[in-house]
T-cell receptor, first 113, second 113 residues
Framework: DAKTTQPPSMDCAEGRAANLPCNHS???????VYWYRQIHSQGPQYIIH???NNETNEMASLIITEDRKSSTLILPHATLRDTAVYYC??????????????FGGGTRLMVKP | DTAVSQTPKYLVTQMGNDKSIKCEQN?????MYWYKQDSKKFLKIMFS???????INETVPNRFSPKSPDKAHLNLHINSLELGDSAVYFC????????????FGSGTRLTVV
């Protein structure tokens, strides 16, 4: 699986857009970009994923650069409840190694009033 | 109905004891996992299991063993507990290992004294 690099922490004002970057310069053609988040004391929660095109769902938007070497998760109107650790994961959709999902250090997003 | 449920939520026990954590999923997923999150907050995969095979992270001591009585359950047994086993343990499930479809339980905080 490709390695990802995320800033360890970020702040965002409530109501503003939170833009969380992720670098994955060694991504392979068949690897997707996935985002999960972990709110304090809870299990991780899936947010969104994409391969090449930008994606949007009810939680967030995912912008992937044309060369696919980096991406940005956008929370359009951050709320206090979005305070969490956000994990960017690059992986093939399926693999034979038990399909295990590996988490890095993530970005700790603090949304402030 | 909780999709992935773990019991107990908290577990305090003495060194040397043997304990189990139960996990049940009602999503019809075919693959289940156990993760450990230590005090530094890193999430580490321990096991991946479906009805075909068990994949073990090589760093997991053999004091830890998963037991699956049926497709909906994957319990974690820990023998001869040590202080370093104190952590939060998360169970998760997915269908065919699809990365976007991981659903996590709310975690079990194990404290070994």
């Amino acid at each position: 699986d490709a390695k990802t690099t995320q800033p360890p922490s970020m702040d965002c004002a409530e109501g503003r857009a939170a833009n969380l970057p992720c670098n994955h310069s060694t991504i392979s053609g068949n690897e997707y970009v996935y985002w999960y988040r972990q709110i304090h004391s809870q299990g991780p929660q899936y947010i969104i994923h994409g391969l090449k095109n930008n994606e949007t769902n009810e939680m967030a938007s995912l912008i992937i650069t044309e060369d696919r070497k980096s991406s940005t998760l956008i929370l359009p109107h951050a709320t206090l409840r979005d305070t969490a650790v956000y994990y960017c994961i690059v992986r093939v959709a399926f693999n034979n190694a038990g399909n295990m999902l590996t988490f890095g250090g993530g970005t700790r997003l603090m949304v402030k009033p | 109905d909780t999709a992935v449920s773990q019991t107990p939520k908290y577990l305090v026990t003495q060194m040397g004891n043997d304990k189990s954590i139960k996990c049940e999923q009602n999503l019809g997923h075919d693959t289940m996992y156990w993760y450990k999150q230590d005090s530094k907050k890193f999430l580490k995969i321990m096991f991946s299991y479906n009805n075909k095979e068990l994949i073990i992270n090589e760093t997991v001591p053999n004091r830890f063993s998963p037991k699956s009585p049926d497709k909906a359950h994957l319990n974690l047994h820990i023998n001869s507990l040590e202080l370093g086993d104190s952590a939060v343990y998360f169970c998760a499930s997915s269908q065919e290992g699809r990365v976007y479809g991981y659903t996590f339980g709310s975690g079990t905080r194990l404290t070994v004294v």
